[in-house]
């Protein structure tokens, strides 16, 4: 990965294109080299920034594909919380439902006890009148 980034980097200022300066006196003429000599830094920084973005770009992307392939409690975490709380409200309202049921059977219980109650205490009475009856037609 470093060699193509170095081999990217050397092509850069292969290709750069041959500055020529003006001939003075002792040399090159000072200011223009000055200059393109500012030149060429801006854009080795700026080509450093953007090297450094791009292995932080990489580097985030194989991350993220490492997480993919093996993910991880804490990428999952807001979800499953999500999914655990549904179920708490569901199993609330299923408990709920569930109570009201029962109260509802409960007090139906009750109340066929209470007919039964009647309609055997009535049937006793019946049959407690009915032997009196008989045990007053035989004394007679």
Same mark, same amino acid.
């Given at each position: 990965?470093?060699? *193509?980034? !170095?081999?990217?980097?050397?092509?850069?200022?292969?290709?750069?294109?041959?500055?020529?300066? *003006?001939?003075? @006196?002792?040399?090159?003429?000072?200011?223009?080299?000055? *200059?393109?000599?500012?030149?060429?830094?801006?854009?080795?920084?700026?080509? &450093?920034?953007?090297?450094?973005?791009?292995?932080?770009?990489?580097? !985030?992307?194989?991350?993220?594909?490492?997480?993919?392939?093996?993910?991880?409690?804490?990428? @999952?975490? /807001?979800?499953?919380?999500?999914?655990?709380?549904?179920?708490?409200?569901?199993? %609330?309202? @299923?408990?709920?439902?569930?109570?009201?049921? /029962?109260?509802?059977?409960?007090?139906?219980?009750?109340?066929?006890?209470?007919?039964? &109650?009647?309609?055997?205490?009535?049937?006793?009475?019946?049959?407690?009148?009915?032997? %009196? &009856?008989? /045990?007053?037609?035989?004394? %007679?």
């Amino acid at each position: 990965m470093q060699s *193509d980034i !170095d081999a990217q980097l050397n092509n850069f200022f292969e290709d750069a294109p041959a500055r020529e300066f *003006d001939v003075v @006196l002792r040399g090159y003429d000072r200011h223009q080299v000055h *200059d393109h000599l500012k030149q060429v830094d801006n854009e080795l920084r700026q080509t &450093r920034e953007q090297l450094q973005g791009l292995q932080r770009e990489l580097a !985030d992307s194989q991350r993220q594909l490492q997480e993919q392939e093996r993910p991880t409690y804490s990428g @999952l975490g /807001a979800r499953i919380e999500q999914l655990l709380r549904l179920a708490e409200e569901q199993a %609330t309202e @299923l408990v709920q439902a569930a109570r009201s049921e /029962a109260n509802e059977i409960k007090a139906a219980s009750k109340v066929e006890a209470a007919d039964l &109650r009647a309609a055997a205490e009535n049937e006793a009475a019946e049959k407690r009148a009915l032997a %009196t &009856r008989e /045990a007053d037609d035989m004394r %007679t």
